[in-house]
């Protein structure tokens, strides 16, 4: 699996949308880009994936770049339970291990 | 719909006893994960049971082993217990043939003294 990249931690206001980027410039064609986020004393929550095209559910949107080598996850309007830390990982689609890396420690602050 | 349950949530163990953990996965769900996070780190693979047999194993000794039994439940089972085991103990559930992703239970937080 692909190697990512995540800032350590970044703060956001309450209602602001919240931009996490993710790099993964070795991610191979067949390849999925994950989003999971593990709130305190919590087990990890899948949040999103995807391939090539954007993709939007209840909790967030995914943009992925036209070359797939990085991505955004952006939380529309945080809020106060959003803080947790946040994994970009990299697999294909069926059966591999999740490859956890440091992930993005995000805060949102009133 | 349950979710991934694990038990028990919390375990204190002296150092050189064995551990029993249990996972009961998602409803239809076939594949169990095991990962073990130790505090301040993010999750490491421990291993993958599909069809009761091993089929992934991450970097760890051969003391730590698992099991899972036709109703896709699933142990982790740690021998000789270390310091450095002390960790929460996560299992994920999902399909083997792929889906929208792993569900992960709320774990188990081994203490060893």
């Known amino acids: 699996d692909a190697k990512t990249t995540q800032p350590p931690s970044m703060d956001c206001a309450e209602g602001r949308a919240a931009n996490l980027p993710c790099n993964h410039s070795?991610?191979?064609?067949?390849?999925?880009v994950y989003w999971y986020r593990q709130i305190h004393s919590q087990g990890p929550q899948y949040i999103i994936h995807?391939?090539?095209n954007n993709e939007t559910n209840e909790m967030a949107s995914l943009i992925i770049t036209e070359d797939r080598k990085s991505s955004t996850l952006i939380l529309p309007h945080a809020t106060l339970r959003d803080t947790a830390v946040y994994y970009c990982?990299?697999?294909?689609?069926?059966?591999?291990?999740?490859?956890f890396g440091g992930g993005t420690r995000v805060l949102v602050k009133p | 719909d349950a979710g991934v349950t694990q038990s028990p949530t919390h375990l204190i163990k002296t150092r050189g006893q064995q551990v029993t953990l249990r996972c009961s996965p998602k409803?239809?769900?076939?594949?169990v994960s095991w990962y073990q996070q130790a505090l301040g780190q993010g999750p490491q693979f421990i291993f993958q049971?599909?069809?009761?047999?091993?089929?992934q194993r991450g970097n760890f000794p051969d003391r730590f082993s698992g099991h899972q039994f036709p109703n896709y439940s699933s142990e982790l089972n740690v021998n000789a217990l270390l310091l450095g085991d002390s960790a929460l103990y996560l299992c994920?559930?999902?399909?083997?043939?792929?889906?929208?992703?792993?569900?992960f239970g709320s774990g188990t937080r081994l203490t060893v003294v």
């Open positions: 994920a559930s999902s399909l083997m043939q792929g889906g929208p992703g792993y569900t």
């Open positions: 070795t991610i191979s064609g067949n390849e999925y």
């Open positions: 995807g391939l090539k």
């Open positions: 990982i990299v697999k294909k689609a069926a059966g591999n291990k999740l490859t």
């Open positions: 409803s239809g769900h076939d594949t």
């Open positions: 049971y599909y069809e009761e047999e091993e089929r």
